[in-house]
């Protein structure tokens, strides 16, 4: 199977998508890991299964159940993924990124992307939210950007500006959101790595120094491939565990999927006030 994805596989996906929903939807959502709980909110949801889209890549981790779920959300016709595949689990970042091409060809112009991060940041606990401010795309610097290969000029140019990533506005409405909700949200900048290795001490130090505040394995691409297409972009991180610049803790996937269970209510309060007010 070939790394790149061409326009007639994308879609075909979307075709097979619409004739199973009742409207299009325009707000797409990613869950990361430990907050598919955030899909169970949707109302009339039609759910379809990763394995019954042709050339869709499979979830193979825990804490990602592996479905589209396309509903009702604040009153806002909604496209969630309970779950997200990783460049780590083998697949190119062409497959990784298949679902936000196919979002854009159904007509979804806002993406919420969300994920459980290491904290970098020494003020930052377990349980936490990181309104995402910037990225830094270590991956892609090192080659595997997902634009690599053929320009898709449908969706964008060959060379898009990142400089505003993450929409300003939405990021004021998340602020103010949160504000009101009395809930604590931090804001910070989310280094993506590879994985699926958790990182050393001295990546953590790295990064520290490098600007980043909250780290994972995720999201970038994503959000590369959003922005390309003209995707309003928010992203939030959910702190799975505490920033180990000494080496003195283990971390674990475990952790990250307990953690979930303590970011995924504060993250719907966040979302469904950003959803109120598109």
């Excluded at 994920?115 to 080659?143: E, K, Q, R, S, Y």
């Excluded at 790295?206 to 995720?218: E, K, N, Q, T």
Aim: no cysteine; aromatic share 6%; net charge negative.
């Amino acid at each position: 199977m070939s790394e790149f994805v061409t326009l007639e596989q994308i879609d075909g996906l979307a075709d097979l998508i619409r004739l199973r929903i009742p409207e299009p939807p325009k707000v797409g959502m990613i869950l990361g890991s430990g907050l598919g709980a955030l899909a169970d909110a949707v109302e009339q949801p039609t759910q379809i299964p990763f394995e019954e889209l042709p050339s869709w890549p499979v979830s193979t981790v825990p804490g990602h159940a592996g479905r589209l779920v396309i509903g009702k959300l604040e009153g806002q016709n909604t496209l969630v993924m309970q779950g997200r595949v990783h460049y780590y689990e083998g697949y190119s970042m062409g497959r990784v990124t298949l679902p936000v091409r196919v979002m854009q060809r159904l007509g979804i112009n806002v993406l919420f992307v969300t994920n459980a991060a290491g904290a970098v940041n020494p003020n930052f606990d377990p349980g936490d939210l990181m309104l995402i401010t910037d990225h830094l795309n270590l991956v892609g610097m090192m080659g595997a950007n997902p634009l690599r290969g053929p320009n898709l000029d449908e969706f964008g140019p060959r060379f898009p500006d990142m400089s505003q990533a993450y929409d300003p506005e939405l990021r004021q409405v998340a602020r103010q959101t949160a504000l009101e909700s009395g809930l604590l949200l931090h804001e910070g900048v989310y280094a993506g790595l590879a994985g699926p290795s958790f990182e050393t001490p001295a990546d953590l130090r790295f990064l520290r120094l490098a600007g980043a505040d909250a780290v994972g394995m995720s999201t970038v691409p994503e959000v590369t491939i959003a922005r390309h297409g003209g995707m309003r972009v928010l992203g939030v991180s959910g702190i799975s565990n505490k920033a180990n610049l000494d080496g003195s803790t283990v971390t674990t996937h475990e952790e990250v999927l307990e953690a979930g269970n303590i970011i995924a209510p504060k993250l719907m309060t966040i979302l469904r006030g950003v959803l109120r007010v598109l």
